[in-house]
């Protein structure tokens, strides 16, 4: 059973960087064909695809995002993480890891962490 858990803080004040980590168990992230997602879901709205890095360690970005986010992995302790630059109250949300398989279906959830960006 492969299980994914957030952590990070939940509080960021503006024009800070926001930086998250998913610590995935009972699978390896290099393991072929997943991709580890980050996905967020702000107050009222639907879930917002952010980004992947995929078992190779390739990435790919929201083109809205893509700007402000980078995604990093440290293999030695299946880990992946966010970075999102230059945040502002919009960036408040739940902020979720996934992970996806080569067909496209998101098999598995981290539970979300509620990130708010306030002074």
């Known amino acids: 059973q492969v299980q994914l858990q957030e952590s990070g803080p939940g509080l960021v004040k503006p024009s800070q960087t926001l930086s998250l980590t998913c610590t995935v168990s009972?699978?390896?992230?290099?393991?072929?064909?997943?991709?580890w997602m980050w996905i967020r879901q702000p107050p009222g709205k639907g879930l917002e695809w952010m980004g992947v890095i995929v078992y190779d360690g390739s990435t790919y970005y929201s083109p809205s995002l893509k700007s402000r986010t980078s995604i990093s992995r440290d293999t030695s302790k299946n880990q992946f993480s966010l970075q999102l630059s230059s945040v502002t109250p919009e960036d408040t949300a739940v902020y979720y890891c996934a992970r996806a398989t080569d067909s496209g279906a998101y098999d598995y959830w981290g539970q979300g962490t509620q990130v708010t960006v306030s002074s």
């Open positions: 009972g699978g390896s992230i290099t393991t072929r064909y997943y991709g």
